[in-house]
């Protein structure tokens, strides 16, 4: 059974810096695609970014330029570091993981940005 914990959420100003972390645990196997989504009140959840096992990257085009997704395979963790952020950033981000058939998503992590 594979399992995610985020953590790294907050609050934070406008125009501030988080680092997000997601730790996967159990089976994981060697082709996957990891990625953060997020959900703000009364919104659907979105795509934020996604990165494969073999480090290929996918931006929402909100993000571009100020989100960073990355990886370390050997931990099985995947990172989101967010620069530049603004108000509508503000929204639980959650961690996903992709392999075969499954799809497994974390718990969430709350993200807020005050202006």
Known sequence: QVQLV??????????GSLRLACVASGSIFS???????????????????TISSGRSTN??????????ISRDSAKN????????L???DTAVYYCNLG????TIWGQGTQVTVSS
């Open 59 to 68: 931006y929402a085009d909100s993000v571009k330029g100020r989100f960073t």
């Open 99 to 102: 392999q075969r058939s499954q």
């Open 31 to 49: 082709f996957n695609v990891m990625g953060w989504y997020r959900q703000a009140p009364g919104k659907q959840r979105e795509l934020v970014a």
């Open 6 to 15: 985020e953590s790294g959420g907050g609050l934070v100003q406008a125009g």
């Open 86 to 88: 603004k108000p509508e």
């Open 77 to 84: 963790t995947v990172y989101l570091q967010m620069n530049s």
